[in-house]
């Protein structure tokens, strides 16, 4: 055991505050994150710019392989009456997001950290998620835990190392060392993530309205909205689909109260995001909402085993449209733009969990500290994961679709190329689009 008599007391304060209804240590009349009409600088008390809190949820359906049993099927894809976590996202407040925010929080292991015995209760927890945190790709559950936490919990202010500290010392017992207070952020991600799941039973609410898996009856997208609506105190929940018009996913959006330790969460709807609503290809009518462990004949064979997905990909050019839609430039290999010449070849690399990559000959795309594209890592872990539109072959990053540039270079000149995040204030003169277009 490691010191046994902090983790105690940690364990105790902690999870007073996971259950405490008021926060003994942030005001209790802070308005909802987003919602502020003054500045709120306290940002282990009021989460920003993330303060929109995306739960989502898988509904997986398909196992690796005919012939699974029950318990089988229950290993890979979740309960039969349970939807699955895929995460729990801190979104900015205008609907795009920060993504891998601070290296020195990030993890690559859960199962240690959840067995050390540095904090109690931590067993619990990863059978909890061990039942309902499942990948889409078999084999690879806690590959999405340390992928969620890194992409999206190391954005969470409310969960840095300083507030947990802070915390301890109004109390007159504190820990400084840093491997405690990182772990307590982690499991408190963790933790809020699956709290706030089991609150949204998405099964459950659907079953009450004769929503139930089935391979033969198809439903409306209205009247699942409206079922999750219902139960989401009137407020608009997102549902996906694949695109063979199987439901996949719901997300559930929320403001938040105080820190994230209080778990103060108040639902909003989805529309509250204006512009960057995302698209749902769920089609008006014939969703497809299949048991646990169906295998429709005609889908693909199963799901991809561990790091299937990740080889090959796309290979394309990257062209730059102006305003009017129309085809001004493209990238070269270093991510800087020309008007004339070759582009250079990219790959466009399916990431795990979701989004791409790109890669030229030089090495991944990534963003420098000022917005401006750049391809030359060699190491995968510099990607940055890329949005792509596959209809319109449109390029994103973090929910932002917008490009920008202060000059269009003429000739033989290169010219540098930003991602835009003030979105509907991009502050470059030239506005751009980024698309991909396969060879
Ligand atoms: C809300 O609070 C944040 C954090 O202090 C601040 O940056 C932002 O400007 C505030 N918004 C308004 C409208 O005052
Ligand atoms: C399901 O299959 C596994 C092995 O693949 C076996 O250990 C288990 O006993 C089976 N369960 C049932 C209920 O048949
Ligand atoms: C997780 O949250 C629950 C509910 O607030 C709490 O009872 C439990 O102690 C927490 N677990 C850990 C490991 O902090």
């Given at each position: 055991m490691f010191i046994p008599a902090q983790s105690v007391w940690l364990n105790s304060l902690f999870s007073v505050f996971s259950t405490a209804n008021d926060n003994a240590y942030c005001p209790i009349d802070l308005p909802n994150t987003c919602t502020n009409t003054t500045a709120i600088p306290d940002s282990c008390c009021f989460e920003y710019p993330g303060g929109i809190f995306l739960q989502s949820q898988f509904w997986n359906y398909?196992?690796?392989?005919?012939?699974?049993?029950?318990?089988e099927i229950v290993r890979e894809l979740g309960p039969l009456d349970s939807f699955t976590i895929h995460g729990l996202w801190p979104d900015n407040c205008d609907g795009s997001f920060d993504q891998f925010c601070r290296r020195d929080l990030f993890i690559d292991d859960v199962y240690y950290r959840f067995h050390n015995g540095h904090y109690a209760g931590t067993e619990d927890l990863y059978d909890d998620m061990d039942l309902l945190w499942k990948s889409n790709v078999v084999g690879g559950d806690e590959s999405l835990w340390i992928h969620e936490y890194n992409k999206h919990g190391s954005c969470i202010k409310n969960l840095y190392s300083e507030c947990y500290e802070r915390w301890g010392q109004q109390d007159e017992l504190s820990t400084t060392d840093p491997t405690l207070l990182k772990e307590r952020g982690v499991i408190d991600y963790f933790n809020a993530s699956v709290n706030l799941f089991k609150k949204l039973d998405t099964y459950k609410t659907l079953e009450g309205k004769g929503i139930v898996p089935s391979t033969e009856v198809t439903y409306s997208k209205s009247e699942i909205e409206a079922a999750l609506t219902e139960s989401f105190e009137g407020k608009d929940v997102f549902i996906n689909c694949n695109q063979n018009n199987e439901l996949t996913e719901i997300w559930y959006y929320h403001r938040l109260q105080g820190s994230l330790l209080n778990e103060h969460?108040?639902?909003?709807?989805?529309?509250?995001?204006?512009?960057?609503?995302?698209?749902s290809r769920c089609k008006a009518t014939g969703i497809?909402?299949?048991?646990?462990?169906?295998?429709?004949?005609?889908?693909?064979?199963?799901?991809p085993g561990n790091g299937g997905n990740r080889r090959g990909g796309k290979r394309g050019v990257l062209r730059i449209f102006d305003n009017n839609d129309k085809a001004?430039?493209?990238?070269?290999?270093?991510?800087?733009?020309?008007?004339?010449?070759?582009?250079?070849?990219y790959q466009?690399?399916?990431a795990p969990f979701g989004n791409y990559n790109l890669k030229s000959r030089l090495g991944y795309c990534a963003f420098d500290v000022n917005d401006e594209f750049a391809c030359h890592s060699k190491n995968p872990q510099d990607a940055a994961q890329f949005d792509y539109n596959e209809e319109t072959g449109r390029i994103g990053y973090s929910n932002v679709f917008d490009w920008g540039a202060n000059e269009v270079p003429q000739s033989t000149k290169q010219g540098k190329l930003y991602i835009a995040k003030g979105g509907a204030d991009n502050q470059y003169k030239y506005k751009l689009d980024l698309k991909f277009v396969s060879m």
């Open positions: 398909r196992p690796s392989k005919a012939g699974l049993n029950e318990s969460f108040k639902p909003m709807s989805v529309y509250d995001l204006g512009k960057k609503v995302p698209f497809k909402y299949f048991p646990k462990g169906h295998a429709p004949r005609n889908g693909r064979p199963g799901r001004i430039g493209f990238v070269i290999k270093n991510g800087h733009w020309m008007t004339k010449g070759t582009p250079a070849n466009l690399i399916k």
